[in-house]
């Protein structure tokens, strides 16, 4: 990942992934979505970064785990 490139890991269903979704749209962040049904090499990504759950933001080198409306947009300047 580059530095502050924005990466949205998310799984189906999941309430709280569409809750990150929303807040990034809002705020008209850039992000790619990688949803863990569309490609099992998105698990496999995740559980050696040592994350085991959806949603998970990653920005750049950080990452920011579940719904954390202010630590997100802290981190993606919004």
């Known amino acids: ?11 189906k269903p999941c309430g709280q992934c569409d809750k990150v979704r929303d807040m990034l749209d809002s705020w008209e962040v850039t992000y790619e979505e990688r949803m ?4 099992p090499g998105y698990l496999k990504t995740l559980q050696e970064a040592g994350v085991y759950g959806t949603p998970v933001t ?9 719904v954390q409306e202010n630590k997100l947009k802290k981190k993606v300047g919004a």
């Open 58 to 66: 990653f920005i750049g080198d950080d990452r920011v785990l579940g």
């Open 36 to 39: 863990l049904s569309e490609d």
């Open 1 to 11: 990942m580059s530095e502050g490139s924005i990466v949205l890991y998310t799984s």
